[in-house]
């Protein structure tokens, strides 16, 4: 089944609380990938993961981190992909 869903954290350590979203997904029978990439120390590569979703069959974007308000310019919303953004518990 090809992924839906792109959840897209900023380190291997929010996965603590990201993997729940990949949990509900995988639940409700919705595909889903998982990538790494950080919106402060690779901005052109995290930007090109949310820009490319799309064209990969990507419907929604996931992402997740310490500092989620760098998400909003790394990965904006596009017309044919959402893109939702959540602060991690831990960072407060």
């Known amino acids: 089944m090809d992924p839906k ?19 509900a997904l995988d639940e409700m029978g919705v ?10 120390r690779t901005p052109e590569r995290t930007g090109k993961l949310a820009r490319e979703a799309a064209g990969r069959g ?17 990965a904006p919303p596009r017309p044919s992909c959402r ?3 959540c602060r991690s518990p831990r960072a407060t």
Do not use: Q
């Open 83 to 85: 893109c939702s953004a």
């Open 5 to 23: 869903v792109l959840i897209l954290m900023g380190s291997d350590s929010d996965w603590e609380v990201m993997s729940e979203t990949r949990k």
């Open 31 to 40: 595909a889903s990938e998982v990538h790494v990439s950080s919106a402060h």
């Open 58 to 74: 990507i419907l929604v974007v996931v992402c997740g981190a310490g500092a989620a308000a760098t998400w909003r310019g790394s």
